[in-house]
């Protein structure tokens, strides 16, 4: 198996060709302190990697700052589709924060600034807000790409209806409509493949999916009974605080019960079948999946970042596929993702 094998996939009807697998930067200016940051995306450059995902809320704008330093150099700007998003709160103010024209544009400005670029590749929704009109929100992204300050818009966790409904507002008014969603998607949790991937298909949307390691469960650290490893995100006591059934002790062992683990443990004999990785092969099963255009990952460290680039090696069988299948069924979730509430952390994420 070589090293890396990344290929190309339109991103949506952009004609932009994108990486199957797009370094997520959540970790970045949290638990990946910003020199390290710097050196993995060298390091996702280096390995072929074209496209890389951020948002204003990670960390307060720290993830974004740390790509700016990467990119700073022209000649690494210009090969990379940066995408980024808005939404999230970034103040007390009550007026920073959702997708209304003043906060959408006054962060798109921010953002540039962080990135250190004249132009956003891609600019998403971060998260649907239903006291904001959609055609508000996609007239100031209209502005924003007539301006060039934006290239393309997409969106984030929207239901199917809801990328729909903006497609036709767009048509009704003549905007220019959403390209992409970004849902949460891996083997543990495969409902957008009732619904939205089958609309993202017929539309031309390119699909995005964020946590296809199921926020690291499939990389197989963790264990039923056992607490948290040492160094990964539920051991935080941040998110062990808000999230209470993400810990794993023996008291609780957490959101991941035994249906779950019996997905890990397929996952985890195919890793060896395959000489690769659980992660590498959970991440190759959501590549390989009609409609996907680009996973993103979110490593913390070089070394998962090059752990997940090479999972683009691992070829996923027809065979494969059913015996995940088995034991996660299509269309259903074994475990439903879903982070209802960040709370008071949520301008860390």
Request: glycine fraction near 8%.
């Amino acid at each position: 198996m070589s090293e890396t094998a990344l290929s190309y996939r339109p991103l949506g009807r952009t004609g932009v060709q994108v990486t199957d697998i797009c370094l997520g930067t959540m970790m970045f200016g949290w638990r990946t302190e910003e020199p390290e940051a710097i050196a993995m995306v060298d390091a996702a450059l280096d390995a072929g990697v074209n496209f890389i995902d951020t948002a204003n809320v990670y960390n307060e704008g720290k993830s974004e700052t740390a790509i700016g330093k990467a990119l700073a150099p022209s000649s690494k700007r210009d090969k990379v589709v940066l995408a980024t998003k808005f939404w999230g709160v970034m103040g007390e103010d009550p007026n920073e924060r959702g997708s209304s024209r003043r906060h959408l544009i006054t962060q798109c400005e921010a953002s540039l600034r962080r990135l250190g670029t004249d132009w956003i590749d891609l600019y998403q929704i971060h998260r649907p807000s239903s006291d904001i009109p959609i055609d508000e929100t996609l007239r100031a992204l209209d502005d924003l790409i007539r301006s060039g300050k934006v290239r393309s818009i997409g969106t984030s966790s929207f239901a199917a209806w809801q990328v729909v409904e903006s497609l036709w507002v767009s048509k009704e008014l003549g905007l220019n409509r959403v390209v992409s969603e970004q849902p949460p998607y891996n083997v543990l949790d495969r409902r957008i493949e009732r619904e939205l991937v089958p609309m993202a298909q017929t539309y031309g949307i390119a699909i995005l999916p964020w946590s296809p390691l199921a926020q690291g469960f499939l990389t197989g650290k963790y264990r039923l009974g056992d607490a948290a490893p040492s160094g990964s995100r539920f051991e935080d006591p941040v998110i062990g605080e808000s999230w209470a059934n993400f810990r794993f002790t023996e008291a609780n062992p957490g959101i991941y019960d035994d249906a779950a683990h019996d997905v890990l443990d397929v996952v985890e004999a195919l890793a060896q079948e395959k000489g690769a990785t659980p992660s590498q092969v959970a991440l190759a099963w959501t590549t390989a999946q009609p409609g996907i255009t680009s996973v993103i990952i979110g490593p913390r460290t070089t070394e998962q970042l090059l752990d997940n680039v090479s999972a683009a090696a691992v070829e996923i069988t027809a065979e494969d596929c059913e015996r995940l299948d088995a034991v996660a069924a299509p269309g259903r979730a074994v475990l439903p993702y879903w982070i209802a509430d960040f709370g008071p952390h949520l301008h860390r994420w």
